[in-house]
């Protein structure tokens, strides 16, 4: 079975306080539905048309699970919290194994 990820790029933060709850929240969610966080605000480097800000990857079992821990009723009181404290670029993806 493959795994799926959540790959986030954030382009704009306007409100770090909103991303702060949202983030306290959004982490219980994701614990909750299975994922792991591989990579979080390290250093990124774009090429192309890519956004160099605060980069996330978090690793679940399935591409199900992932997208079940992204409609979750724990994700979408984050989703409520956060608002428009950010623009990002939000995908789930299928890994290859």
């Known amino acids: 079975m493959a795994k799926g990820y959540w790959v986030s790029s954030y382009r704009t933060i306007s409100d770090p306080e909103k991303l702060a ?6 982490g219980r969610a994701v614990r909750a539905g299975g994922g ?23 690793e679940f079992d399935s591409f199900e699970q992932a997208v079940a821990a992204r409609e979750s009723e724990a994700y979408q ?19 290859l194994d």
Do not use: K
Request: proline share 0%; hydrophobic share 50%; glycine share 10%.
């Open 21 to 26: 709850a949202y983030n306290e929240l959004a």
């Open 36 to 58: 792991r966080v591989l990579a979080r605000d390290g250093q990124v480097v774009a090429h192309d048309a890519g956004i160099a800000g605060r980069t996330i990857l978090i």
């Open 77 to 95: 009181e984050a989703l409520v919290v956060l608002g428009d404290a950010v623009e990002r670029d939000f995908r789930i993806i299928e890994g």
